[in-house]
Structures are given as C-alpha cells and as structure tokens.
Antibody, heavy 121, light 108 residues
Framework: EVQLVESGGGLVQPGRPLRLSCAAS????????MHWVRQAPGKGLEWVSG????????GYADSVKGRFTISRDNAKKSLYLQMNSLGADDTALYYC??????????????WGQGTLVAVSS | DIQMTQSPSSLSAFVGDRVTITCQAS??????LNWYQKKPGKAPKLLIY???NLETGVPPRFSGSGSGTDFTFTISSLQPEDIATYYC??????????FGPGTRVDIK
C-alpha cells in the first residue's frame, strides 16, 4: 500500500524558514516523480513544486519560486520542501504527492494526509 | 499560465440523480486533464486521468469526457458517499500544473 506521511508543519513567524518532510513507503520511491501541493484554508488546491525521479527536473509555481526548494533523498525514500521567507499567504495544508511517472507529468495518483503550516506573528 | 474554470461552483442533487460538472481551460490542453475527489479531512483521490480514463478501483458511475478546452465530469447515479468537492487539473503546461477552483457536491 502506498503511504506518504508528511511532517514538519507548524506555526512559524513571517519571514522565518520551515522544512517539510515526506516519508514514502509501499512503492519504489526512486521510480517516480514527486510533488508538493497545498490548500489554503477555504481555498482550492494549488500545485507548489515537482521533482523528477533523479532530481534532474524541478519546477515551481510562480508564487513560491525563489523562496521554496524541493529536494529528495532516494536512499531515505524521502521528499523535502525547504520554505524560506514565509508569508501569511503560505498558510496552508501541504500535501506530498506521487506522480504516475518517473518524470514530472503532473499526473498525481497518490497523496498524503498533509501537514499544516500556519504563518503568523 | 493556463487558467481552469469549473461550473457550477456548487450543486445539490438527490441520491440517484445524474450530476454533471464542466471544466474549461484557457487554452488547448488536448486530453491532459485529471479529475479528483476531495472529502473534508481526507487526501484528494484521483478518479479520472487523461480526461476520460477511469482510475483503477473507481466505481464506473464516474466518467469524464472532452478534449481541447472543454471537459465534462459525470456521476451517473449520485450516491451519499459521493459528497465531496471535485477538482479538475491540467498537466499540459508543465511544470505549472493548475487546478480548477472546485465544485462542491451535496445531497438534497
């Protein structure tokens, strides 16, 4: 069974950094691209970032480009999201998600339960 | 970026009713469209990929159609467990995947 378990969320002050992690199990992690998707309170889904199986291809939403960095450690079966210069607009539930392919196709077939990030002073 | 719109934003129907949701892309995305179901407190679930293909294990009352800019998602016979918000998502303009604003489905 595919499992994606996010961690690292919490309350953070504006401008401070935060690092999210996602532990994957139940599939060959290094065979698939991965994504971060977020949902702000009362809002819809917003794709944040995606990374190919070997980290050779990385993409970001314009809203986070230059502030967030996605990375992965295939040996640890883990996905990460380093978030810097956080603002109130970054408050959201952050989902780790698996792509259908090794390359970033955007076709997401499994999602974690999410980790909540709240940016407030 | 490609913008996605959905209509209606919400609907209420009886159990057994046929429910249809439309999704429109701001430019041609061929068939590069998914449909997801999102229940409160739950992770999104992929229902339809490539506009019209049913994901494994998804009940056949769910279906999708369309290509280019106009897409349709249908629940042929609404069930109580289908109460959720449904999102379309384009993946033509990689890496900038975008979702529609969602359609909330309730039971009358």
């Amino acid at each position: 069974e595919v499992q994606l378990v996010e961690s690292g969320g919490g309350l953070v002050q504006p401008g401070r950094p935060l690092r999210l992690s996602c532990a994957a199990s139940g599939f060959n992690f290094d065979d698939y691209a991965m994504h971060w998707v977020r949902q702000a309170p009362g809002k819809g889904l917003e794709w944040v970032s995606g990374i190919s199986w070997n980290s050779g291809y990385i993409g970001y939403a314009d809203s986070v480009k230059g502030r967030f960095t996605i990375s992965r450690d295939n040996a640890k079966k883990s996905l990460y999201l380093q978030m810097n210069s956080l603002g109130a607009d970054d408050t959201a539930l952050y989902y780790c998600a698996k792509d259908l392919r090794t390359v970033v196709t955007g076709q997401i077939d499994y999602w974690g339960q999410g980790t909540l990030v709240a940016v407030s002073s | 970026d490609i913008q996605m719109t959905q209509s209606p934003s919400s609907l209420s129907a009886f159990v057994g009713d046929r429910v249809t949701i439309t999704c429109q892309a701001s430019q041609d995305i061929s068939y590069y469209l998914n449909w997801y179901q999102k229940k409160p407190g739950k992770a999104p679930k992929l229902l339809i990929y490539d506009a019209s293909n049913l994901e494994t294990g998804v009940p056949p009352r769910f279906s999708g159609s369309g290509s280019g800019t106009d897409f349709t998602f249908t629940i042929s016979s609404l069930q109580p467990e289908d109460i959720a918000t449904y999102y379309c998502q384009q993946y033509d303009n990689l890496p900038r995947v975008t979702f529609g604003p969602g359609t909330r489905v309730d039971i009358k």
